[in-house]
């Protein structure tokens, strides 16, 4: 009997991988196996590889919308990793190529097009990501998060899905979160995401108020790889992690109040778990402007209180956090009334769809 196999790509931040853990457990339900192609140094390779799933690396240029000398080769990079994307899934053959975007798809998604292996693509944000626009033409179906991509997008390929969340999420204990962090008061929790790299606007305005805020708040802060801050060890109400994998459920549970960053993933994550949150979207500075949209959106919905980075400070963000607390029924109502659908089931959907063609 021949093994169905479907591959998934997806990297560069973990918004690009952790989406795809959470369809992984339906799509064996059916009986598929699944592989990942990613890059050999990227951070999707930890993440897949935690979860024991076959894994082939391949090489893959950033794709870039500033000028960087690595602009000049980074192209014959990403051509190189067509041909090798192209070889991996000859020999796998798989019966469709999940894509959920990143520099590490666009290789992977013109292989499975030159193999004629279907592609389904996943967009999380308002806007497409340069990967996915690239990617496009080559795509059987794009699955989005908000309906106002469906606009962006050929008509005949965008399906609304909403983003998939993964199971574990509402799974968490508070208890084991609170146990985890030492917290054994009944301060209220606060955990700051700053995205997988980290954000040091975020973590300077945490660190300029940490007394004030530890005198009301326990601190949970994930403050992204290599900005551990060894003056904060030991701190009473205070735990810091570069990144973190299966304790997440639980610190997600014991959380009253998120700060974080507005990628989608982890957005939709916060409005799942209906918890109060102030988003800090990266400035269309250091971005394309998706994080602004998508905490845009959040904010005129009534689930999200939005701080510009520009304007971020200290005694802002104290400030926002008194004003959350006292008006937090309304957002709490808010949360309630989104008609924001989890996506699992209706990517999955998307997914077999093509597989059977």
């Known amino acids: 009997m021949e093994e169905k196999k479907i591959v998934m790509t997806g990297g560069g931040s973990a918004g690009h991988v952790t989406p795809n853990l959470a369809l992984i457990p339906k799509l064996k339900e059916q009986g598929y196996i699944i592989e990942y192609i990613g890059t050999e140094d990227g951070i999707e390779k930890g993440i897949i590889l935690n979860e024991t799933i076959e894994y082939h690396s ?139 790299l980290g954000s040091k606007v975020i973590n300077n305005a945490i660190y300029s108020k940490i007394n004030e ?30 990144y973190v994998s299966e304790e997440l459920p639980h610190l997600m549970q014991a959380t009253d109040i998120f700060i974080s960053r507005a990628g989608a993933n982890a957005i939709f994550e916060i409005l799942a778990l209906k918890k109060l949150n102030i988003l800090i979207p990266l400035s269309a500075k250091a971005s394309r402007g998706d994080q602004i949209l998508n905490a845009k959106s959040f904010e005129k919905n009534g689930y999200s209180l939005v701080i510009e980075e520009e304007e971020l400070n200290g005694n802002l963000l104290l400030e926002k956090l008194t004003y959350l607390i006292e008006n937090k029924s309304e957002y709490y109502n808010a949360m309630k009334k989104s008609t924001l659908k989890e996506g699992v089931d209706n990517i999955v959907n998307v997914i077999l769809g093509e597989a059977k063609k």
């Open 58 to 196: 391949i090489v893959s240029g950033k794709l870039r919308r500033y000028f960087d000398i690595k602009n000049f080769s980074d192209p014959f990079k990403v051509v190189k990793g067509v041909f090798q994307a192209k070889k991996i899934l000859k020999k796998v053959n798989p019966k469709v190529v999940f894509s959920k975007g990143g520099f590490v798809s666009v290789p992977v998604v013109l292989g499975a097009y030159m193999n004629k292996i279907p592609v389904v693509a996943h967009e999380s944000d308002m806007t497409p990501g340069l990967a996915n626009k690239i990617v496009a033409p080559f795509c059987n179906k794009i699955c989005v998060t908000f309906p106002e991509s469906l606009k962006q997008l050929d008509k005949n390929k965008a399906v609304l899905t909403g983003t998939p969340i993964r199971k574990q999420l509402f799974e968490g204990s508070r208890i084991i979160g609170k146990r985890i962090c030492k917290f054994s008061d009944d301060k209220p929790v606060i955990m700051i995401i700053g995205g997988s």
């Open 213 to 242: 805020l530890l005198d009301k708040y326990n601190i949970i802060h994930l403050c992204g790889k290599g900005n551990l801050n060894s003056e904060l060890v030991g701190k009473s109400g205070y735990v810091q992690f570069e």
